[in-house]
């Protein structure tokens, strides 16, 4: 590191650039697999596990994991304050 005379300051160019590059920020959907964004948008739709199962081929069991993986990659996490079904569906909303 190089050091600056009268009270500048340096900046690693490397730094900077992955400080800027758009691909270094995740949105919190872009963690999910197209499984769980299907499950997801089912579940914007109100639509209920046994629902998304038929609508996507696959177990009620399948879809309660999907839900699992999608709450944990979005970070919510469980609480008797929030509903994470609405939370991950806010997010779905927004983002």
Do not use: W
């Not at 009270?7 to 959907?29: F, H, Q, Y």
């Not at 948008?41 to 639509?47: E, K, L, S, V, W």
């Not at 609508?55 to 699992?68: G, S």
């Amino acid at each position: 590191m190089r050091r600056v005379a009268d009270g500048g300051t340096a900046l690693d160019p490397t730094v900077v650039a992955k400080l800027l590059d758009s691909r270094e920020r995740t949105l919190p959907l872009d963690r999910l697999t197209a499984r769980e964004r299907e499950v997801l948008a089912h579940m914007a739709q109100g639509r209920s596990n046994a629902a998304i199962g038929s609508a996507l081929f696959i177990t009620e069991k399948a879809v309660a994991k999907h839900t699992n993986n999608i709450f944990a990659k979005l970070g919510l996490q469980s609480s008797d304050d929030d509903n994470r079904r609405v939370l991950a569906v806010l997010t779905y909303l927004g983002g």
